[in-house]
Antibody, heavy 121, light 108 residues
Framework: EVQLVQSGAEVKKPGESLKISCKGS????????IGWVRQMPGKGLEWMGI????????RYSPSFQGQVTISADKSISTAYLQWSSLKASDTAMYYC??????????????WGQGTLVTVSS | EIVLTQSPATLSLSPGERATLSCRAS??????LAWYQQKPGQAPRLLIY???NRATGIPARFSGSGSGTDFTLTISSLEPEDFAVYYC??????????FGQGTKLEIK
């Protein structure tokens, strides 16, 4: 069974750094893109970016370029999303998902269970 | 950036009725459009990809149609478990994927 398991909920203060994880299993982790999606409280889905763990090729949505860093460690089948300095507006649920269209990711299935990040002073 | 506009924002129907959800793109996305379902407290689930192909395990009551800028998700006869929020997503503009703002399908 293809599965993504994300790290647990985080509560942080503004200005702190954070790295959340997404561990893949049940498939060839290096052969499929992993995408990240933000969902702010009560709001819709926002596309953040995508990484190909095989060669760490990473692309960002213009809205998130420079705001977050996406990375992957293929030796442990894990992708990451990190912030160097959190803001209250980063409070959201963050999902990772497997991109199933070979060259570009494209469609995303399955998804991780989500990581809730709360940033508050 | 390709903007996807979904309508209506909320759709109120009863079980057994037919649901028709719309997604309109600001420019042509060919057939590169997908639909996702999200239930409260759950991650989204892929329903339809490439405009009209059902994902694995998705019941036949879900169907997608359209191309270019206008797309439709149809649920032929609503089951209680179908009441959720539905999002469309385009993959035409690599790597700048975008989602629609969602349609909430609620029980009337």
């Amino acid at each position: 069974e293809v599965q993504l398991v994300q790290s647990g909920a985080e509560v942080k203060k503004p200005g702190e750094s954070l790295k959340i994880s997404c561990k893949g299993s049940g498939y060839s982790f290096t052969s499929y893109w992993i995408g990240w999606v933000r969902q702010m409280p009560g709001k819709g889905l926002e596309w953040m970016g995508i990484i190909y763990p095989g060669d760490s090729d990473t692309r960002y949505s213009p809205s998130f370029q420079g705001q977050v860093t996406i990375s992957a460690d293929k030796s442990i089948s894990t992708a990451y999303l990190q912030w160097s300095s959190l803001k209250a507006s980063d409070t959201a649920m963050y999902y990772c998902a497997v991109g199933i269209v070979g060259a570009t990711g494209g469609w995303f299935d399955p998804w991780g269970q989500g990581t809730l990040v709360t940033v508050s002073s | 950036e390709i903007v996807l506009t979904q309508s209506p924002a909320t759709l109120s129907l009863s079980p057994g009725e037919r649901a028709t959800l719309s997604c309109r793109a600001s420019q042509s996305v060919s057939s590169y459009l997908a639909w996702y379902q999200q239930k409260p407290g759950q991650a989204p689930r892929l329903l339809i990809y490439d405009a009209s192909n059902r994902a694995t395990g998705i019941p036949a009551r879900f169907s997608g149609s359209g191309s270019g800028t206008d797309f439709t998700l149809t649920i032929s006869s609503l089951e209680p478990e179908d009441f959720a929020v539905y999002y469309c997503q385009q993959r035409s503009n690599w790597p700048r994927y975008t989602f629609g703002q969602g349609t909430k399908l609620e029980i009337k």
